[in-house]
């Protein structure tokens, strides 16, 4: 049994179908990662496992420790100790990273500066900034990170953690991953990155809503090495030999 | 409670001991007390039913501490008029740190009708702090008509430090010569029946004059906000951005009317503005750590109007 399980999950959205009756189970303290082309629908399950507006009227049932979690707003499922770290981050004019950092903060957890130092950011030259437009995209993307290193969550789901981030700095988001592993957090990454896949032991491929393929990392990367090509009725990959009929 | 427990208040009373640091201190239309720093002259006349207040600053003088105007009102009813006259000589420099203290009203009047003139390539910026009672017995009409001269700058920011709104009506006017800068900020959280409006009209009339509105305005319960900004460009290469955002919530009611207005091709003025409720993602994001809606949203808007 996972630790948080996703029955038979349909969500719809003005008549379209963005999940299609998706079936899967998060192991606990595991790292997942979560792949598929553009659209095949990563990011809206991880909105709609966080039960954020618009995507909370699903069909079939999403479960963490047992119970049904289908029913709670984002801040009670988040009090559970399951949190999200967006894509595309929020701003917010004229709140300071200290502030939005405190927020998040668990008590006994680690401070704010360390969990800065652990992305790479400076927290002398950090902590005053807002989080605002003028921060760069890797360095919001980096100040996500940080908020959910300080939160110590449970269940974290990082959608493309490493979208934006230079390769040097790549490696801080690796060991804020493993960071969060030794925490005893179970992580799912959203990703588009061989190197970042390669950071979990469970994959699962998306496309067109539906999970196509799962099992562990190594049987599931072929998808990216070019032995998959999506196929041309629905945008749905395939791997060499199956019944779609690619080579 | 006197003067000196408002100054406390205001935590203005170690700057007011200072011998470098200037100031005046009226309470509703008494001068209680008054420091001169070389370069700024101050006169006061107390009349019926009104203070007359001139400030110079003597061309080329820099004035390096801020100066603090604190306008007090120690009883809950009361009516205070300033007429101010402040001419800022060429080149000089100046920091206005003015303080309206009202912690007690419940009926309070205070209004302020000043003619500010910056003169060539001078500099004054103007911070109005407000305490004011937690009843919301309080009208505020702070108005001024400003002129900058060439190559002039005016900022100023005004900000609610506590208490309620109560009724509050902005207006200013504003003219900016050639390679002028004019920038005004409110920043205002209105709750229960508080009524705000904020009027600001700037005419960029010289070459190269610049101009920024920023109205950054919060209001929940059954307040009420109106904010009218206005710039009009009329020289070559002027510039200009009227910026207003307004949050509400419960009962609020919130109106941005962002006019740009521009005649000659070579001006260039931009507007934003943006009412409702706090953004959704804004919103769920702290709410994914942890936070419930009304501690995400009194974070949020605390850094908009911070
Ligand atoms: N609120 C919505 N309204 C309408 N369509 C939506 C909404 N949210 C998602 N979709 C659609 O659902 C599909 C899946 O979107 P999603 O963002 O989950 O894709 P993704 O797998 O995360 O893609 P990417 O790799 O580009 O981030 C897309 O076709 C998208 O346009
Ligand atoms: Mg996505």
């Known amino acids: ?247 | 409670m006197d003067m000196n427990n408002l100054l406390e208040m205001a935590g203005v009373n170690g700057a007011l001991q200072d011998p470098d640091t200037a100031h005046l201190a009226i309470d509703v239309h008494r001068v209680m007390s008054k420091n001169l720093v070389p370069g700024l002259q101050v006169e006061t006349e107390e009349a019926e039913g009104v203070i007359r207040v001139r400030i110079r600053v003597e061309e080329g003088a820099h004035i390096h501490r801020p100066v603090h105007l604190c306008f007090g009102i120690t009883h809950q009813q009361a009516q205070q008029l300033i007429d101010m006259d402040v001419e800022v000589g060429r080149k000089a420099r100046i920091e206005v740190l003015s303080h309206c203290i009202f912690p007690r009203a419940t009926d309070v009047r205070h209004q302020m009708q000043a003619r500010i003139h910056v003169g060539e390539d001078a500099s004054y910026r103007y911070l109005e702090k407000h305490i004011h009672s937690d009843r919301g017995g309080l009208a505020v009409y702070p108005s001024a008509q400003v002129e900058l001269e060439r190559g002039a700058r005016f900022s100023t920011d005004f900000e609610l430090v506590r208490g309620r709104v109560g009724t509050l009506a902005i207006d200013y006017v504003l003219t900016g010569r050639y390679h002028s800068i004019l920038e005004m900020v409110s920043r205002v959280n209105g709750r229960g029946d508080d009524d705000i409006s904020i009027r600001e009209v700037g005419y960029l009339v010289g070459e190269h004059a610049r101009g920024a509105l920023t109205s950054r305005v919060a209001v929940r319960d059954r307040a009420q906000a109106q904010v009218y900004n206005k710039l009009r460009a009329t020289a070559p290469h002027a510039r200009g951005h009227v910026d207003c955002k307004e949050i509400i919530q419960d009962d609020g009611k919130a109106t941005a009317i962002p006019i740009v207005e521009v005649v000659h091709p070579l001006a260039h003025v931009t507007h934003e503005a943006a009412i409702g409720s706090v953004d959704t993602k804004q919103l769920e994001t702290l709410m994914a750590r942890g936070l419930d809606e009304d501690q995400a949203t009194e974070l949020i808007i605390e850094g908009l109007l911070s």
């Open chain 1, 1 to 247: 049994m996972g630790i948080l399980e996703v029955s038979n999950l349909h969500l719809t959205i003005n008549g379209t179908r963005i999940l299609n009756d998706v079936t899967l189970d998060f192991w606990e303290g595991h790292v997942h990662a979560v792949v598929g082309p553009n659209g095949a629908g990563k990011s809206t399950l991880a909105a709609a496992i966080m039960g954020l507006e618009g995507y909370r009227d699903v069909e079939g049932d999403i479960r963490f420790e047992g119970q049904s979690i289908t029913g709670l707003s984002v801040d009670q499922r988040a009090k559970k100790g399951i949190t999200l770290a967006w894509q595309e981050p929020a701003r917010y004019e004229g709140l300071s990273v200290a502030k939005f950092l405190g927020a998040a903060a668990a008590d006994g957890g680690i401070t704010a500066e360390e969990a800065l130092e652990q992305v790479g950011l400076s927290p002398a030259r950090y902590l005053h900034r807002a989080v605002d437009k003028s921060l760069s995209g890797g360095e919001r993307k980096k100040l996500e990170l940080a908020s959910i290193l300080v939160m110590e969550p449970r269940f974290v789901m990082l959608d493309e953690p490493d979208s934006g981030i230079d390769v040097a700095s790549l490696h801080k988001i690796f060991e804020g991953i493993q960071s969060l592993r030794k925490q005893g957090a179970t992580v799912v990454l959203i990703t588009h990155s061989i190197t970042v896949m390669k950071q979990a032991e469970h994959a699962f491929l998306f496309c067109g809503g539906r999970l196509i393929d799962k099992g562990r990392t190594p049987s599931i990367l072929p998808y990216f090495e070019g032995e998959c090509l999506p196929c041309d009725h629905q945008n749905v990959p395939t791997r060499g030999g199956d019944e779609h009929g690619h080579e």
